[in-house]
């Protein structure tokens, strides 16, 4: 049973442009959300978090949004960069306590120069 | 300030075999974790650990077995070497305050033959 999904598994934009990758989550109890960036041969690195109580939040070109209701976030990459290529993991928790995350399968983005 | 180490980098175990893969950090973190990523998939928790001697079972926790003595080391134990543990390990570690965001290890890629 997959809780975190990420269903597109590859992404190639053009330099320049947007990049959206998405994520879906079944389990209601999930309320804080991270996305990683991996490279080959290296652990993921932290990008951008949201809390469930809020729907929008931005760092310099990253912006991650959260539709609760939908129970669907997404990354946006503007503009997105050719250093930017790499392997996007979204991971959800429920912060009970445990802080375990359940991370989704992840998804290739190439930027095309 | 060397982050999340993970030794060794690379490992080939024959089955029956057993091995400890290695972790520290050095950011005074109080959780730890392990996971596995097998190839096309996400990161799987094995165990993770809320302080020195606390440690508990994460998804995928069989095979394994894990220890924590002191706040920097999580080593995870191998004790019967299977061909369906062939993975890349990583650890991680979180500073469970204001922020949630894990800190990984560079990972180590283990092939049972």
């Known amino acids: 049973d997959q809780q975190v999904k990420q269903n597109s598994p590859s992404l190639s934009v053009q330099e320049g442009r947007i990049s959206i990758l998405n994520c879906d989550y079944t389990n209601s109890m999930f309320d804080y959300f991270l996305w990683y960036k991996k490279y080959p041969a290296e652990g993921p690195t932290f990008l951008i978090s949201?809390?469930?109580?809020?729907d929008k939040n931005e760092d310099g070109r990253f912006t991650v949004f959260l539709n609760k209701s939908a129970k669907h976030l997404s990354l946006h990459i503007v503009p997105s960069q050719p250093g930017d290529s790499a392997v996007y993991f979204c991971a959800a928790s429920d912060l009970s306590g445990t802080y375990k995350y359940i991370f989704g399968t992840g998804t290739r983005l190439k930027v095309l120069a | 300030n060397a982050g999340v180490t993970q030794t060794p980098k690379f490992r080939i175990l024959k089955i029956g075999q057993s091995m400890t893969l290695q972790c520290t950090q050095d950011?005074?973190?109080?959780?730890m974790y392990w996971y596995r990523q097998d190839p096309g998939m996400g990161l799987k928790l094995i165990y993770y650990?809320?302080?020195?001697?606390?440690?508990d079972k994460g998804e995928v926790p069989n095979g394994y077995n894990v220890s924590r003595s002191t706040t920097e080391d999580f080593p995870l134990r191998l004790e019967l070497a299977a061909p369906s543990q062939t993975s890349v390990y990583f650890c991680?570690?979180?500073?469970?305050?204001?922020?949630?965001?894990?800190?990984f290890g560079p990972g180590t890629r283990l092939t049972v033959t």
């Open positions: 950011m005074n973190h109080n959780y």
């Open positions: 650990s809320v302080g020195a001697g606390i440690t």
């Open positions: 991680a570690s979180s500073y469970q305050g204001t922020s949630y965001e894990q800190y």
């Open positions: 949201i809390s469930s109580i809020k």
